[in-house]
Structures are given as C-alpha cells and as structure tokens.
C-alpha cells in the first residue's frame, strides 16, 4: 500500500497514542503537563496535591483519588500547536497498576503509538517490560521519557543499556541531560541542536530555549558550567559514535526508540516530547479487519469499541462506550450499523472528554476516539460501519487468574447484583460466570487489586454491600467444540461447568490436572485460555 495518496489533511493532523509505564513513575503527572501545553487546563493538578480543588484530571473514580492511582483508562482530546500545524492530539491514559493489564492491554488496539516513561532512578521495572510486550505484539512505535532526572538518577548510558538490553529494541537520544539530581540544568536537543534549560522557580512554565549551532558554540558557555559542559561534550561525543542516529522508518516499524529526558514534575522536557509526537509519531493507520484491512482516508465512517465504562455519571447509570474511529469523517446524528445486532444506530450524543469533562463531539475524523452513551447496546470488539459487515480483529478477553464467589450482603438485593455484575462484566472490569449448579455468582480477575475496586464500586454506585468469597475453582477456559461434543461435555462435568456473561460456556477448574484430562478424554473439546471479543 505505498502508493496511497496523502491523507486528507484533517485526519494526517491527528496522532493517537497511549502513555504506558509501571506504577509511579509519573506518567498521570506527564498526562497532566501534556494537558497544559495543550492549553486545555491552566494549572496542573500535581497527583497528589493538597485540597479537593486540585485533583488530577485525568483521574475521574473515586479510588483513583483516595489512591493517587489510575484504575480505568480514560481517553483525552487536546490540540497542539507548532508553527506549521495545529496538531489534534488523542491520548489515551491506560492504567499503570500491573492487576488492570487487561484493560490495558485493549487500550492498545485503540491507538498508533505508545510514549513510554521510565523512572531515571529505577530504569525499567517489571510492568513496563510487560507492556512493552503488547506493543511489540502490535508493533507500535514507541518513543521514550525518561522522567525525574531532577532527583538522584542513574547514569545515562546505563538507562539507555538497559532499556536495549531488557527490551530488546534500539535506543536513539533525542536529548542529553546536562547534570543530575540537584545540578540537573537541562538538557541539550540533539535532533534541532539546541539547548533547553528547565526554571526550578516556576515549576508550569516552559523551559528556556537557546538556539546554538551545535556544541562547539560559545554561547553555551555562559549558560553551562565548565566542568558539566566538558562532561555534557565527552557524553554526547560518545553517544554519536556508539548509538544509531534516528531513523523514522525503523521508530516506525517499532524498532528503534528515540529517548528524551526531562522532569514532568517540573514541566521540563514535555513540550520537547510533544514536538518529537507531532514531528515523528504516525498518522492515523490502516487497521486489521475481517474480511478487509480498513484504511483511514475511506470516505465511509467505520469504528470499534475497545472500552467501555459504566456509570461515568453515577446519577444516570449510564454507560459510555470508548469507539475509536478508524475511518471517514463522522457527524453528529449519524446513523450508523451495529455490526453484531445489524441494526441502525443514531448516534446522537457523541461525546469528546477532557479527562473527566466531557462535550458533545460535533464531528470527528479517522484517529479521534469519541465516546457514545448508551444502555448496554455497545461492548468491547463491536464494529460500528456505514452498512458494511467488518470485524475488527486481535481485540482479546483473557482467562481471568483469580476466582472468588459473589454474594449480596442482604440476600433480598440477589436481583440487583445480577444486574450490577453483568454491568461490569460487558464493561471487561471482570469476568463474570454463572455456575449450572448452585446459587451465587464466580467472579474472575486478572489481579486482586479488582476485587477491591469491584466492591467499592458496587457499594458506591449501586448501594449494594457485597461479600467475595474464596472459590473452590482456582481458572477458568472457554470450551470450543461442535455443540454435540460441547452439550455431551457439559453434562458429564456439571459441577465444573458455569456460562459467561454471553452465554457461552466455561469450564472451571481447580487443578492444572483438570484440564489435562480434559485433552486427554474428550480429544473433540479445545479449552482455551483467551477468546477474541469479536461479534
């Protein structure tokens, strides 16, 4: 497909991508910098900043403020200005807590690249190594941020080994840290050569810039100490020799990285990292469906839901499903085909968020992710299409890893709490099963961390105290097969044998055992550990 025309200039202008890191290392705070420099909030609500006025935008659930951490992923559209374009930005903030991966997981379809922020002193940590992984599975191009170098960090090329050894993916710098911890300066930009210093007084103001004609410039002696500056030269001269030069074609085949640093606590080195998206990240891309790949400059509006959040409005019970638009220019009011049921949709409350603050989306283009309210119609892997019947595939469900039993606190709510676990069920915050024999629900997570946020989330938005309860079933597989082979399966393991929230059926099980005799007794029957959320 190289010989496809340039894309319409509304769409070639957007860039959607996904913050990725492990827990803690400043990726909310960069999301909230981001923000700013967009011109979208004036102030930046440091994560955990004192009084109820400034609490993090991008953190809308209860938990997520009495933690200090992201639960649910939450989609935010901001414009960027450089002097040539005025670029749409859609970032989509996954969660960085390693028991939400699922979540995460999916965001990662939705968008056509990831930043990955890594903490200066601790490197790469298990979580961003395990999210790595997705996006290599997917290819995206990844650009790097190597946060907090205004405290105690480790050495520079240290970091940059071991982000090449650990991930096994080429390193590029597009900046060099001048100093660390309490000397940190700035950094000197080594795509544009210029130098960057960061105001410690005023921690949301741009950094200075000082344009030179590379670092033999005499000017960087007056803003640079001598024994730094002769450092900073030594660095960079070895960094040109012994790292590869940036080169688009390979960031964009996922290969090569190239790395800023910068302190997003101190609004430094943000802006540089939004130049480098705007300049190098990708354009809206071609996404993989069945029967055809869908490219974004086609004229008909395609989409597909990758999230969907329950009760975003407590007071509404309403549900909004996450749609990322891969094709065509939509409007407001548009009638749109639900794939999975072939019925019409008119879309007439679209939504665009700003974190938590939403408007109605009058339009939007290929790349943008809008948000459609709705009473449970829409769920995770649906296509939305101008009439033609498109899946969108590689959207997966996983096996949950931990099982526990549900039940209400007041037996006579039994009703209400069906209602609430099929809510979170089509949301994909868990997986719930309904067991053949027996009362009560199994409720299946991929970390513990969701139980507790399941409860809460039930008590608060549903008024319904509820009990989990260790469970005698310890995984669970969907079941493939021929349906005689399924219904003979099913009646001779009852006990085992429980339906998801759509109705297919799971075979729950207690020891790695089970499932080995499975394959070896019933060779008709395939278990499988994931299923593809497609209609």
């Given at each position: 497909?190289?010989?496809?025309?340039?894309?319409?200039?509304?769409?070639a202008r957007r860039?959607?991508?996904?913050?990725?890191?492990?827990?803690?290392?400043?990726?909310?705070?960069?999301?909230?910098?981001?923000?700013?420099?967009?011109?979208?909030?004036?102030?930046?609500?440091?994560?955990?900043?004192?009084?109820?006025?400034?609490?993090?935008?991008?953190?809308?659930?209860?938990?997520?403020?009495?933690?200090?951490?992201?639960?649910?992923?939450?989609?935010?559209?901001?414009?960027?200005?450089?002097?040539?374009?005025?670029?749409?930005?859609?970032?989509?903030?996954?969660?960085?807590?390693?028991?939400?991966?699922?979540?995460?997981?999916?965001?990662?379809?939705?968008?056509?690249?990831?930043?990955?922020?890594?903490?200066?002193?601790?490197?790469?940590?298990?979580?961003?190594q395990k999210l790595?992984?997705?996006?290599?599975?997917?290819?995206?191009?990844?650009?790097?941020?190597?946060?907090?170098?205004?405290?105690?960090?480790?050495?520079?090329?240290?970091?940059?080994?071991?982000?090449?050894?650990?991930?096994?993916?080429?390193?590029?710098?597009?900046?060099?840290?001048?100093?660390?911890?309490?000397?940190?300066?700035?950094?000197?930009?080594?795509?544009?050569?210029?130098?960057?210093?960061?105001?410690?007084?005023?921690?949301?103001?741009?950094?200075?810039?000082?344009?030179?004609?590379?670092?033999?410039?005499?000017?960087?002696?007056?803003?640079?100490?001598?024994?730094?500056?002769?450092?900073?030269?030594?660095?960079?001269?070895?960094?040109?020799?012994?790292?590869?030069?940036?080169?688009?074609?390979?960031?964009?085949?996922?290969?090569?990285?190239?790395?800023?640093?910068?302190?997003?606590?101190?609004?430094?080195?943000?802006?540089?990292?939004?130049?480098?998206?705007?300049?190098?990240?990708?354009?809206?891309?071609?996404?993989?469906?069945?029967?055809?790949?869908?490219?974004?400059?086609?004229?008909?509006?395609?989409?597909?839901?990758?999230?969907?959040?329950?009760?975003?409005?407590?007071?509404?019970?309403?549900?909004?499903?996450?749609?990322?638009?891969?094709?065509?220019?939509?409007?407001?009011?548009?009638?749109?085909?639900?794939?999975?049921?072939?019925?019409?949709?008119?879309?007439?409350?679209?939504?665009?968020?700003?974190?938590?603050?939403?408007?109605?989306?009058?339009?939007?283009?290929?790349?943008?992710?809008?948000?459609?309210?709705?009473?449970?119609?829409?769920?995770?892997?649906?296509?939305?299409?101008?009439?033609?019947?498109?899946?969108?595939?590689?959207?997966?469900?996983?096996?949950?890893?931990?099982?526990?039993?549900?039940?209400?606190?007041?037996?006579?709510?039994?009703?209400?709490?069906?209602?609430?676990?099929?809510?979170?069920?089509?949301?994909?915050?868990?997986?719930?099963?309904?067991?053949?024999?027996?009362?009560?629900?199994?409720?299946?997570?991929?970390?513990?961390?969701?139980?507790?946020v399941l409860a809460?989330?039930?008590?608060?938005?549903?008024?319904?105290?509820?009990?989990?309860?260790?469970?005698?079933?310890?995984?669970?597989?969907?079941?493939?097969?021929?349906?005689?082979?399924?219904?003979?399966?099913?009646?001779?393991?009852?006990?085992?044998?429980?339906?998801?929230?759509?109705?297919?059926?799971?075979?729950?099980?207690?020891?790695?055992?089970?499932?080995?005799?499975?394959?070896?007794?019933?060779?008709?029957?395939?278990?499988?550990?994931?299923?593809?959320?497609?209609?």
């Amino acid at each position: 497909m190289d010989n496809r025309p340039p894309l319409p200039p509304e769409i070639a202008r957007r860039r959607t991508f996904a913050i990725i890191s492990h827990p803690d290392a400043g990726k909310t705070t960069l999301t909230e910098k981001f923000l700013l420099y967009g011109g979208a909030i004036q102030m930046a609500g440091q994560v955990r900043a004192k009084g109820e006025a400034r609490r993090t935008r991008s953190d809308f659930m209860q938990m997520e403020k009495d933690r200090g951490i992201s639960v649910s992923a939450s989609a935010m559209s901001f414009d960027f200005h450089t002097p040539e374009v005025n670029f749409r930005f859609n970032l989509v903030d996954t969660p960085g807590h390693s028991d939400f991966s699922e979540d995460t997981y999916r965001t990662l379809t939705a968008v056509d690249a990831a930043i990955m922020v890594i903490d200066g002193a601790k490197g790469v940590e298990s979580q961003t190594q395990k999210l790595f992984e997705v996006c290599r599975l997917r290819d995206l191009p990844i650009l790097t941020f190597c946060n907090k170098m205004d405290r105690e960090s480790r050495d520079t090329f240290e970091i940059i080994d071991e982000i090449q050894e650990n991930l096994a993916i080429d390193v590029t710098p597009a900046s060099w840290p001048i100093g660390v911890g309490r000397d940190f300066l700035g950094c000197y930009d080594l795509l544009h050569d210029r130098l960057e210093l960061m105001d410690r007084a005023d921690r949301n103001k741009v950094a200075e810039t000082v344009s030179l004609k590379g670092l033999d410039d005499p000017a960087l002696a007056t803003h640079v100490p001598a024994d730094l500056l002769e450092k900073l030269k030594e660095e960079v001269e070895m960094a040109r020799e012994l790292l590869p030069a940036m080169d688009i074609e390979a960031f964009q085949q996922g290969t090569l990285t190239p790395i800023w640093f910068g302190s997003a606590m101190n609004s430094f080195g943000v802006k540089e990292l939004m130049d480098g998206i705007a300049e190098y990240g990708p354009e809206p891309q071609i996404q993989n469906a069945d029967p055809r790949q869908v490219a974004p400059e086609e004229k008909k509006v395609s989409g597909f839901v990758f999230k969907v959040q329950a009760n975003m409005d407590p007071k509404h019970r309403d549900r909004v499903a996450f749609v990322r638009l891969v094709s065509g220019h939509f409007n407001r009011g548009m009638k749109l085909t639900h794939v999975r049921s072939k019925k019409p949709m008119a879309i007439s409350n679209p939504v665009m968020f700003l974190a938590s603050d939403r408007e109605l989306a009058e339009e939007a283009w290929a790349g943008d992710i809008i948000g459609i309210p709705n009473h449970g119609q829409l769920r995770i892997g649906d296509a939305l299409t101008e009439g033609e019947a498109l899946r969108f595939t590689g959207i997966p469900s996983f096996a949950p890893e931990l099982l526990q039993s549900c039940r209400a606190g007041d037996p006579l709510k039994a009703k209400h709490l069906d209602k609430a676990l099929m809510q979170f069920a089509e949301e994909g915050a868990a997986k719930v099963f309904k067991p053949t024999f027996g009362s009560g629900f199994i409720v299946g997570v991929v970390g513990a961390l969701q139980f507790e946020v399941l409860a809460s989330r039930i008590e608060l938005e549903y008024g319904l105290p509820v009990r989990f309860e260790a469970s005698q079933f310890t995984s669970a597989r969907w079941v493939h097969g021929n349906k005689d082979a399924v219904d003979a399966f099913a009646n001779a393991n009852k006990q085992h044998i429980a339906t998801d929230n759509d109705g297919d059926p799971v075979y729950l099980t207690r020891l790695q055992w089970d499932i080995d005799r499975v394959g070896r007794d019933y060779p008709d029957i395939t278990l499988s550990a994931t299923k593809e959320l497609m209609v």
